[in-house]
C-alpha cells in the first residue's frame, strides 16, 4: 500500500503491510530507523528488527538502521505485526550443554520457534527459558529474554543466551563483530565440487513475501562451504556463515542450485527428483531441511576465554542420512 507521511501513522499495521513513504525535507537527517518509528508509530525495537531483517528498503536498497535518511528518499518497509501479549514461562525440556552465571549455551530441537511472534505464543525457546531464568529476564525485549541470534523453527543445534544484560551486550557485540564461529552441516542435492564462498546479497523476497531471496540491494551475505562426504546424489557440506541473514544459507544453497535436501521453501522440487524411493520416503519421513547448527565458538563475556563447541547430528538427521549411504558414499 502507498501511504503519504502525514496519514501513516494511522494505518494499521497489525497485518504486517507493506507501506510505502517518502521522506519530507523537514525529516532529512534522521536516523532511518528513527524516522519510521515516527512516522509509523510503533516501537523503535521493532522497526530495528524489520531492518535488521532487510524488511526496509531506501530507493531499492537494504540499509542499515543508523543511515541518514535524505529528503525525496522513499523507503519501503514491511513491518512485523506486533505481539503484545507477555511472555508465559513454560516449563519445557532445555537440552543445556553448559551453563554458569554469565550464559547458557543450548541445543534448539528441530521443530521449536525461538521467540514469540504473530500466531505463536506458547511452546517457544523464549517460553523455555522464561521459566529456567525465573524473574532474571536479561535485555530490553521481553519476549526475547536473553536471545541474541536465532535459528530457524526446522533447523536444529546449537545456541548460545545470555543470563545478564552484561553478557547481552558483550554477546551482541561479538555477533555484530563477525567474530563468532557459526559452523552448520547441511545435506544438499546434486554433487558439489570442492570448496567454495558465495558472496551474494539477501533481501525478502517482494513477490513471495515468506521466502528470502538473492538480491543486488539486499543486506550482505557470506557462506563458506567445504564437502564433508558425497553420496551419489546428495553432498554433505559443513557450511560456516559470516553473516546471519534470514535463511542464509538455505538461500545460498538454492542459489548454487544445491538446495538443501527437504526444504519445502527452497528445495526447487529436487526431493521428488530423487530417483530411489528409500531416499524419497526418508526425506518425507525426515519433514524439515536436512540443516543442523553443528559448531559455535565465541568469547565468554566474563573471563575472556574461548568457548568452542560441537554437536553431532540428531537422530532424525542421522536416520535420513543412512537412506543416501546405500550410495556410493565418496569421501572429499
Known sequence: MDADPSTVSALDLSAAETVLCRV???SAGLRLDVFLAEVLAVSRA?????????????????????YRVGPGDEIEADVPAPVTTDLVPEDLPLTIRFEDEAILVLEKPAGQVVHPAAGVMHGTLANALAFHFGHQR?????LRPGIVHRLDRDTSGLMVVAKTDAALEHLAGQFRARTVEKGYLALVHGDVVGTGTIDAPIARDRKHRLKMTVD????PARSHYVVRQRFGPVTLLEVRIETGRTHQIRVHCAHIRHPVVGDPLYGLGCDRQLRHPSQRQAV???GRQFLHAAHLAFVHPVSAQP??????LP???????VAFAGSEARLA
Not at 536479561?138 to 521481553?142: L, Q, Y
Not at 543486488?216 to 543486506?219: A, I, L
Not at 568457548?307 to 553431532?312: H, L, Q, T
Request: hydrophobic share 35%; net charge positive.
Open 24 to 26: 519530507p525535507e523537514a
Open 46 to 66: 521493532r522497526i530495528q528488527r524489520a531492518i535488521a531483517d532487510g524488511e526496509v528498503r531506501v530507493n531499492g536498497q537494504v540499509r542499515r538502521a543508523s
Open 138 to 142: 536479561p535485555g530490553a525485549e521481553p
Open 216 to 219: 543486488p540491494g539486499g543486506r
Open 284 to 286: 518425507e519421513r525426515l
Open 307 to 312: 568457548m568452542r563447541f560441537v554437536s553431532p
Open 315 to 321: 537422530p532424525d538427521l542421522q536416520g535420513c542420512l
